[in-house]
């Protein structure tokens, strides 16, 4: 009984997951990438050439496995085991804790259901508070007050918070000509 209830939780929590999964993927379809000319990067040495260099560290390790006598089979044998055996004693405690909750009755199918519409209802208001925060502030070409041009300055360490919350691009600018300080916001993609 007490595990049929858990089933049919389980099953409306994953369903609820996912419609809301569903939503967010269809919402950021209809948002168009910007096109235009595309900047070339420079790249570090080790990400130039970090194909090379794995074809390196292959040949030596597979060298190395030829010379050297190791007993891997054994090794490996020995670690799997213990990754299994661990995963199955994680799974074990998460079973024993959530059956007990349920034999001391503090939570019902209903409190689960209720809790997860809670939660999505949370997420879906702080996702439209993101969306409406970066829609605040639009993509500023120009200086909306003398029409010269803008400047990138350093964020402050409050906008590097906000960027962070939002999970946004947050660039700061200030015109060459007159005082204005604007920024813009961005989602990451």
């Known amino acids: ?26 919402y950021s379809m209809a948002i168009k ?31 190395f496995l030829l010379v050297e006598d190791l007993e891997i089979k054994h090794y490996m044998y020995l670690g799997l085991r213990w990754f299994l055996f661990s995963i199955g004693d994680i ?20 409190d689960l259901v209720g809790i997860s519409l809670i939660l999505l209802a949370l997420h879906l208001a702080a996702k439209r508070w993101r969306d409406r925060e970066i829609q605040r502030y639009p993509d500023i070409k120009e ?7 803008l400047q990138r300055i350093q964020r402050t360490p409050k906008q ?20 204005f300080t604007g920024i813009k916001m961005l989602k990451k993609t």
């Open 1 to 26: 009984m007490i595990i049929n209830k858990f089933k049919n939780s389980l099953i409306t929590l994953n369903l609820f997951l996912f419609l809301s999964l569903w939503i967010e993927k269809v």
């Open 33 to 63: 990438e910007r096109k235009g000319i595309k900047k070339t990067k420079n790249y570090s040495f080790i990400k130039e050439y970090d194909y090379e260099i794995l074809i390196v560290l292959l040949i030596a390790l597979g060298v």
């Open 91 to 110: 799974i074990k405690i998460i079973r024993d804790n959530v059956i007990l909750l349920f034999q001391k009755e503090i939570f019902e199918l209903s």
């Open 143 to 149: 200086c909306p007050d003398c029409g010269g041009k």
């Open 160 to 179: 590097k918070i906000i960027s962070f919350l939002y999970v946004a691009q947050l660039k700061n600018y200030t015109c060459k000509n007159c005082t």
